[in-house]
């Protein structure tokens, strides 16, 4: 039943949604950034934690994604088959960081106007995550031919 749900999505869901992951994580780091040198500025102060979430929300649709789009691989090499499950464990990773950065933000300066050095360090955590999770997917890919169908006829 679930999977006859899954295909009412295209197997190319994950890659149209990860990059969202990865843009928006990226911008909340430099959100971050600016606000830890502009204390008491609201507008980075409220931009770094509306980012944090929307980074969150997007990982999640990105995990869901990737499920989707994995359940229509039928052929999968060795090597992609080794790498996948740790791309999956890095993208988990990813979005654990983010939600502990947002929860030391939202706890210890939300009220503040400022960026809390701890949500701006698991910030950078997250982003190298999701930095390592690109690259294995894109290794699973472009290596790997993973979830790429060709139709050329030779």
Known sequence: MLESIYHLFPATIHPMVVHFTIA????SLL????????????????????????AILSTIAAG?????????LVHISAG????LPVHRKFGELTGVALVIALAFQWLLARRKDRISLLAF???IVAAVLV????????????????????????
């Open 31 to 54: 959100a971050g950034f600016i606000g830890l040198f502009r204390p008491g500025d609201r507008f980075y102060a409220r931009s770094y934690t509306y980012l944090l979430i929307l």
């Open 121 to 123: 360090l698991f910030s």
């Open 131 to 154: 930095t390592i999770t690109g690259h294995l997917g894109g290794t699973m890919v472009y290596h790997y031919g993973l979830g790429v169908h060709t139709s050329i006829k030779g």
């Open 80 to 83: 992609a088959r080794a790498m």
């Open 64 to 72: 869901v994604a990737g499920v989707i789009s994995e359940s229509y």
């Open 24 to 27: 928006i994580n990226y911008l």
